[in-house]
C-alpha cells in the first residue's frame, strides 16, 4: 500500500491569503511496477511538507507589538543571568523564586498560547519551556545558556537587534547542526 499526498495550493486575492488543501490517496500499485529491475536501487527520500510550508514567524491577530517587546525584555533578563560566563554562578533554588524567573515562565507560555500563532517559532517555544524546567530543576549551566541563545537569537532576527554573534539555535531562524545540539542536549545525551 501506498499513500500519495497531493497538495493543492491556492491563493485567495480577495482576502490576500494562501490556502494549502491536502488529500491523501492510498491505492495498491500493480506488482509489476513494485519490482525494481535487479542492478537498480530504490531511494526513498522522507519530505515534511510542514516544515517546506511552514513560516518561520507568525503572530496572532494584533500581538506583533507585544510578541517582539517580550522578546526584547526576555533577552535583557536572560543577558543580566547568564550573558557573559553568568550561568556557572546561577543558584536553581534562587532561581526559582525569583520573580524575573517567574515572568519569564509566565511570557513563554503567553507567546506559545496567544503570542505567535502556528509556525516554526513554537518549536522553539517548547524548547524554551523544556529548558526552563531543566534550569528550575537543576540550575544546569548549559541548559540556562541554551535558553539565553534562544531569546538572543529570536531578539536578533525579529527585533533587528545588533548582536556580537548568532548562535543558530532556532528552529525558526537556525542551522541545523546548532539545532542538532540542542536536540542532543534535550534529550539527555549532553546534559547528564
Known amino acids: 500500500m501506498v499513500s500519495i499526498c497531493m497538495y493543492y495550493i491556492t491563493t485567495d486575492r480577495s482576502k490576500g491569503e494562501t490556502v494549502v488543501d491536502a488529500e491523501v490517496l492510498q491505492t495498491e500499485i500493480k506488482e509489476e511496477t513494485e519490482q525494481l529491475e535487479e542492478n537498480e536501487e530504490a531511494v526513498i527520500t522522507k519530505v515534511d511538507a510542514s516544515e517546506q510550508l511552514a513560516e518561520p514567524v507568525a503572530y496572532q491577530p494584533g500581538q506583533e507589538t507585544a510578541v517582539k517587546n517580550i522578546i526584547a525584555k526576555q533577552h535583557d533578563f536572560l543577558n543580566e543571568l547568564a550573558g557573559w560566563g553568568n550561568a556557572e554562578s546561577v543558584n536553581s533554588t534562587e532561581l526559582q523564586h525569583d520573580r524575573n524567573w517567574m515572568k519569564l515562565e ?87
Open 106 to 192: 509566565e511570557d513563554v507560555k503567553w507567546l506559545m498560547e496567544e503570542g505567535f500563532a502556528e509556525s516554526l517559532i513554537l518549536e522553539d517555544m517548547l524548547h524554551a519551556t523544556e529548558f526552563l524546567s531543566i534550569s528550575s530543576q537543576t540550575g544546569d549551566e548549559m541548559a540556562i545558556r541554551y535558553l539565553h541563545r534562544i531569546f538572543h537569537d529570536l531578539d536578533a532576527h525579529i527585533n533587528e537587534e545588533k548582536v556580537d554573534r548568532i548562535w543558530n539555535v532556532t528552529i525558526a531562524f537556525g542551522s541545523e547542526g546548532q539545532q542538532n545540539q540542542l536536540y542532543a542536549y534535550l534529550s539527555g545525551s549532553n546534559n547528564e
